[in-house]
């Protein structure tokens, strides 16, 4: 049976035989049937007509003459090499996955800080706010940015990524710039909280995606060392902020981190390329409300959905954590950075090993990873060595989940739709994104006096939750039997 063009892959299929990929290179979004049709007719042909070689008028009838006329127009169509599938390799593609270590170091990196802007805010500009309230502005960060997700997916799927990253580059920076000079509570939610971080949802998604139509073996490992620029980020940028907030002043911290992000943008919009063909299409609803007929897709949203409710509570209450047991604010301050730091390798080497032996596999085992360091390690945390080897590694097992999550989402879709599906997974997550900080600061009422016990243990049970889908999910796409020893 041919596969259309635009018809979504069965996650059954992707699983058993991922080197099915029904594209070929330059590949146009809206390719029509005809030419399937027409593919459909010349293997037709090939068994029940002559061969190639006769003479025309010689043994051969109406159905092969129009079936090889069908080919022939299909063949001046197209080009001369159309290599098939994505190369997994090349200039171009490591071009790219540059280009997306700069995008990643300087939008979810960006958000990785956080924890220094709650803990900054508390003491300065926002000190007559409340937790929750300060919480606001760093959610709607992580927020923003997952939830454009299915614009961006809009815009890519047409457009490429060109015109993305360079409106990504305007808005981050402009927003960057205008939190400098921000002294009100509705002006840093305005400048922070949502033009900032509509221009880190465009660099995070047009570099994931466009990354995603260059690789497919390599594709989890390509994706992690391209996250790994937002560990790098939540390494340097906490560090240089909390330097620059002591040497000169908050507004001043902010422009030097806007120029840097700035240079940094520069190079992206140099090298972030898709290998796609991208031609205009009209989008629906239904689009994106399709892949969620899918239960693989379901299941596998929902695991992102409840790990992300819990995932950046650490990255927000850690320092304040660790400052209400005695540790000083220099050294509390670095815990982030160094949560980051440990978060590289995690990007790295754990998606290499997903390659070979399945990427649901090392996502369940680090989603109930990170769950167990939550109870055994920064529940009981009463000094500063605890919190530190907590900080190491939960950096380790949280770099994981985020560089594994869009490579699940691209193992079950059709590389054509992978700018709408992306969409709608990662906006159904920016949710918990959304709500998991502000939740956790109810949870909390006095970061530097009150108990973090239920914070800790909202923060498990939601991780808990997530690697329950994700063992779902892989029984459904693989089957229940030998689910142990399933490479999925």
């Given at each position: 049976m041919t596969q259309q063009p635009n018809e979504a892959i069965p996650a059954s299929d992707v699983v058993e035989d991922d080197t099915k990929e029904p594209f070929q290179l330059p590949v146009s979004a809206s390719d029509t049937s005809d030419d399937v049709e027409a593919n459909s007719s010349e293997e037709q042909c090939d068994t029940q007509c002559t061969t190639p070689g006769e003479k025309g008028g010689e043994n051969s009838n109406s159905n092969a003459g129009h079936a090889s006329e069908k080919s022939s127009a299909i063949v001046q169509d197209q080009p001369e090499s159309t290599p098939e599938g994505p190369p997994d390799g090349g200039t171009a593609?490591?071009?790219?996955?540059?280009?997306?270590?700069?995008?990643?170091?300087?939008?979810?990196?960006?958000t990785n800080c956080m924890g220094i802007f709650i803990d900054y805010y508390q003491t300065h500009q926002l000190s007559d706010m409340s937790t929750s309230s300060i919480t606001w502005v760093t959610s709607l960060m992580t927020f923003m940015m997952f939830f454009g997700g299915p614009f961006v997916g809009i815009l890519f799927d047409n457009f490429g990524p060109r015109y993305i990253i360079l409106a990504g580059t305007i808005l981050h920076v402009l927003g960057i710039m205008m939190t400098s000079i921000s002294t009100e509570y509705y002006q840093f939610l305005l400048a922070q909280g949502i033009c900032s971080p509509i221009g880190t949802s465009a660099l995070f998604h047009a570099s994931i995606n466009s990354i995603s139509t260059w690789f497919r073996r390599r594709r989890a490992l390509a994706l992690g060392i391209a996250t790994a620029g937002?560990?790098?980020?939540?390494?340097?940028?906490?560090?240089?902020?909390?330097?620059?907030?002591?040497?000169?002043?908050?507004g001043w911290a902010m422009r030097i981190c806007g120029f840097l992000i700035l240079f940094l943008l520069v190079i992206t919009n140099f090298t972030m390329t898709s290998?796609?063909?991208h031609t205009r299409k009209q989008y629906h609803l239904r689009d994106f409300v399709r892949p969620l007929r899918e239960l693989p897709f379901i299941l596998t949203t929902a695991g992102t959905f409840c790990f992300f409710w819990g995932m950046f509570l650490p990255f927000s209450f850690i320092p304040s954590q660790a400052q209400r047991h005695g540790m000083s604010n220099t050294m509390a301050s670095y815990l982030i950075p160094v949560l980051n730091a440990a978060s590289i390798p995690g990007r790295i080497i754990p998606p290499y090993l997903a390659d070979v032996f399945g990427r649901f596999n090392l996502m369940i085992l680090t989603t109930l990873a990170s769950g167990i360091l939550v109870l055994a390690l920064w529940l009981p945390s009463t000094g500063n060595a605890p919190a530190i080897v907590f900080s190491a590694l939960y950096g380790f097992t949280s770099g994981t989940v985020v560089s594994l999550a869009p490579a699940l989402v691209a193992q079950i879709s059709e590389i054509r739709e992978i700018g709408v599906r992306s969409g709608t997974y990662f906006c159904i997550v920016s949710f918990a994104a959304l709500t998991g900080t502000p939740i956790a600061g109810a949870l909390l009422p006095d970061p530097l006096g009150g108990s973090y016990t239920k914070l800790f243990i909202f923060c498990a049970?939601?991780?808990?939750?997530?690697?329950?889908?994700?063992?779902?999910?892989k029984g459904r796409i693989g089957g229940w039997r030998g689910w142990w020893g399933m490479r999925v």
């Amino acid at each position: 049976m041919t596969q259309q063009p635009n018809e979504a892959i069965p996650a059954s299929d992707v699983v058993e035989d991922d080197t099915k990929e029904p594209f070929q290179l330059p590949v146009s979004a809206s390719d029509t049937s005809d030419d399937v049709e027409a593919n459909s007719s010349e293997e037709q042909c090939d068994t029940q007509c002559t061969t190639p070689g006769e003479k025309g008028g010689e043994n051969s009838n109406s159905n092969a003459g129009h079936a090889s006329e069908k080919s022939s127009a299909i063949v001046q169509d197209q080009p001369e090499s159309t290599p098939e599938g994505p190369p997994d390799g090349g200039t171009a593609a490591w071009l790219t996955v540059v280009g997306g270590f700069c995008s990643m170091f300087v939008s979810f990196g960006w958000t990785n800080c956080m924890g220094i802007f709650i803990d900054y805010y508390q003491t300065h500009q926002l000190s007559d706010m409340s937790t929750s309230s300060i919480t606001w502005v760093t959610s709607l960060m992580t927020f923003m940015m997952f939830f454009g997700g299915p614009f961006v997916g809009i815009l890519f799927d047409n457009f490429g990524p060109r015109y993305i990253i360079l409106a990504g580059t305007i808005l981050h920076v402009l927003g960057i710039m205008m939190t400098s000079i921000s002294t009100e509570y509705y002006q840093f939610l305005l400048a922070q909280g949502i033009c900032s971080p509509i221009g880190t949802s465009a660099l995070f998604h047009a570099s994931i995606n466009s990354i995603s139509t260059w690789f497919r073996r390599r594709r989890a490992l390509a994706l992690g060392i391209a996250t790994a620029g937002a560990s790098l980020g939540g390494v340097i940028l906490p560090i240089m902020l909390t330097r620059l907030f002591h040497l000169l002043n908050f507004g001043w911290a902010m422009r030097i981190c806007g120029f840097l992000i700035l240079f940094l943008l520069v190079i992206t919009n140099f090298t972030m390329t898709s290998r796609l063909v991208h031609t205009r299409k009209q989008y629906h609803l239904r689009d994106f409300v399709r892949p969620l007929r899918e239960l693989p897709f379901i299941l596998t949203t929902a695991g992102t959905f409840c790990f992300f409710w819990g995932m950046f509570l650490p990255f927000s209450f850690i320092p304040s954590q660790a400052q209400r047991h005695g540790m000083s604010n220099t050294m509390a301050s670095y815990l982030i950075p160094v949560l980051n730091a440990a978060s590289i390798p995690g990007r790295i080497i754990p998606p290499y090993l997903a390659d070979v032996f399945g990427r649901f596999n090392l996502m369940i085992l680090t989603t109930l990873a990170s769950g167990i360091l939550v109870l055994a390690l920064w529940l009981p945390s009463t000094g500063n060595a605890p919190a530190i080897v907590f900080s190491a590694l939960y950096g380790f097992t949280s770099g994981t989940v985020v560089s594994l999550a869009p490579a699940l989402v691209a193992q079950i879709s059709e590389i054509r739709e992978i700018g709408v599906r992306s969409g709608t997974y990662f906006c159904i997550v920016s949710f918990a994104a959304l709500t998991g900080t502000p939740i956790a600061g109810a949870l909390l009422p006095d970061p530097l006096g009150g108990s973090y016990t239920k914070l800790f243990i909202f923060c498990a049970v939601v991780m808990f939750s997530g690697a329950g889908f994700y063992c779902a999910a892989k029984g459904r796409i693989g089957g229940w039997r030998g689910w142990w020893g399933m490479r999925v």
